[in-house]
């Protein structure tokens, strides 16, 4: 059900989704990958970076961070999913820029990653020119989606709580 509500977001809002554990870890498969992630993360060392960022972002969103930047300077918006009352996870959305990057500064961005993660640096400036940039009517509705998107996981844990209990009442009659 994870996976779907996550997919069904991405969906909407035409951005990548993740869920990912209290530690970073991801619980479900990336929702609509954009091209630059993707090709980070059919290598080893992009992969291992990417999932860097998540533990960061997991890390410093149990202080109540909404917003970050992954190590390809990626936008990211997080929201906490509880179970249960204690926290869960994270839902993150991103893979996308909220203005256009300043091209030198992307340039050397990408020429770092490219080095970093062992990767042709044309092929991944390919990849680059396809990361979302965010209108600004668009902003608002991201910084507040994950959290329904969150919300919607939370009810369906308590829903699936609530059913094991009552299936654990019948089974000790």
Do not use: M
């Amino acid at each position: 059900c994870v996976q779907s509500i996550q997919d069904l977001f991405s969906d909407v809002s035409q951005i990548s989704a993740l869920v990912v554990d209290k530690a970073g870890r991801p619980i479900t498969q990336v929702s609509r990958p954009c091209a630059f992630c993707l090709k980070l993360a059919q290598n080893p060392a992009g992969l291992a970076a990417c999932q860097d960022s998540w533990r960061q972002i997991a890390q410093q969103a149990s202080s109540g961070r909404k917003f970050f930047t992954c190590h390809a300077g990626l936008q990211y918006v997080c929201a906490p999913v509880s179970d249960q009352n204690e926290p869960g996870g994270y839902f993150l959305a991103g893979q996308f820029y909220w203005q256009a990057p300043e091209a030198r500064e992307q340039a050397e961005r990408l020429r770092r990653t490219a080095s970093q993660a062992d990767l042709d640096t044309d092929g991944l400036q390919q990849a680059a020119a396809a990361i979302p940039v965010l209108a600004p009517g668009q902003h608002q509705q991201v910084e507040t989606w994950p959290q329904s998107a969150a919300r919607a996981i939370e009810s369906i844990l308590r829903e699936r709580t609530g059913l094991i209990q009552r299936l654990q009442q019948i089974a000790n009659l």
